[in-house]
């Protein structure tokens, strides 16, 4: 429903949606307990999987998928080749990691429920800047210290969005905050938290990371979208 809604307002040129594959990742390479925590997807969702699969080809849009690459890494690959192209990208996605990707050009569209319905909140890089506080890129930065529990990504033990929100508010980035670390105008309780954390907070950050540069053969004419479903 909210595919059919955006399409009828945004009636977008090109078109293509990403999923993930059950297959490791680079990120579970780095860290085995990547994604550890998560419990497997109910039965009768996972059922539906493929027929939505199915349905997006029915109506001729592109299902792109690849073992080894997360869907958030798809994602930030095409909003990257579309905005070199010239194009103005939306990215739709529940998944709040997109918001280290708004650009001017690129745009991430997250879909909220509520009681009254649906409603879709919008973020351009300024809108990230007003919101959270912090760039699309610290973004990054502050979840390499507060972590994501979704994720299973640690971050700095003992540092939560808050206290990582306003370090990278005053700091910038993680490599700042290190390089620094003995001179810091910060409570001595979170700088012995931080220099605890630095390996997992160094490793956290590359975890958080979307890869944009993901190895994806497709051509912008693959993803052309003529409303004929």
């Given at each position: 429903s909210v595919l059919l809604r955006l399409l009828e307002q945004d009636k977008p040129e090109y078109l293509a949606v990403a999923f993930d594959c059950s297959a490791p990742t680079f990120r579970h390479e780095k860290y085995s307990e990547y994604k550890g925590n998560r419990k497997p997807m109910d039965p009768e969702l996972r059922q539906q999987v493929p027929m939505i699969q199915e349905l997006l080809e029915a109506m001729n849009i592109p299902v792109i998928k690849r073992e080894g690459i997360e869907g958030d890494d798809?994602?930030?690959t095409l909003s990257r080749v579309g905005e070199k192209a010239g194009m103005e990208v939306t990215i739709v996605s529940g998944d709040r990691?997109?918001?280290?990707?708004?650009?001017?050009?690129?745009?991430?569209s997250i879909p909220r429920t509520k009681k009254t319905g649906t409603i879709i909140e919008n973020y351009y890089s300024k809108d990230v800047m007003d919101v959270i506080g912090v760039t699309p890129i610290e973004f990054i930065d502050v979840k390499a210290l507060m972590g994501d529990s979704s994720d299973n990504i640690p971050g700095v033990k003992g540092i939560g969005e808050k206290t990582a929100?306003?370090?990278?508010?005053?700091?910038?980035?993680?490599?700042?905050?290190?390089?620094?670390?003995?001179?810091?105008?910060?409570?001595?309780?979170?700088k012995a938290k931080l220099i605890d954390g630095k390996a997992d907070a160094e490793m956290s950050y590359k975890l958080a990371t979307i890869d944009k540069n993901a190895p994806i053969e497709l051509c912008a004419e693959g993803c052309i979208f003529t409303g004929d479903y």
């Open positions: 798809i994602l930030g990691d997109t918001l280290q990707l708004p650009t001017d050009k690129i745009k991430v929100t306003e370090l990278i508010k005053s700091y910038r980035t993680i490599d700042k905050i290190y390089s620094g670390i003995e001179t810091l105008d910060i409570k001595d309780s979170v």
